[in-house]
């Protein structure tokens, strides 16, 4: 589906660790081993904003007046075996 939206992926031939940073502002970074055939997604490319769009969580203020958000893209993808 990535590469039909002319994202670059590419799949690592070993296993490779980055630094990951936190998931809250308040979090600090921590580095995480990709296995070997994993499929990286590199950010600085200029259909990087679909990837990000297709594989993020959606973020919702829990006291935002909308209560029941409209997710437009994370529904359709319930399984990445394709």
Excluded: C, N
């Excluded at 580095?31 to 950010?43: E, L, P, W």
């Excluded at 200029?46 to 594989?55: E, G, K």
């Amino acid at each position: 589906m990535l590469q039909r939206q002319h994202v670059e992926i590419q799949q690592l031939s070993a296993s490779t660790t980055s630094t990951i940073p936190g998931e809250k502002r308040a979090d600090k970074p921590h580095d995480q081993t990709f296995a070997a055939g994993s499929i990286a997604v590199r950010m600085d490319q200029p259909y990087s904003r679909v990837a990000d769009a297709l594989l993020d969580h959606q973020f919702w203020a829990p006291d935002d007046p909308q209560k029941h958000p409209y997710d437009d893209t994370g529904w359709s993808f319930t399984d990445f075996s394709m």
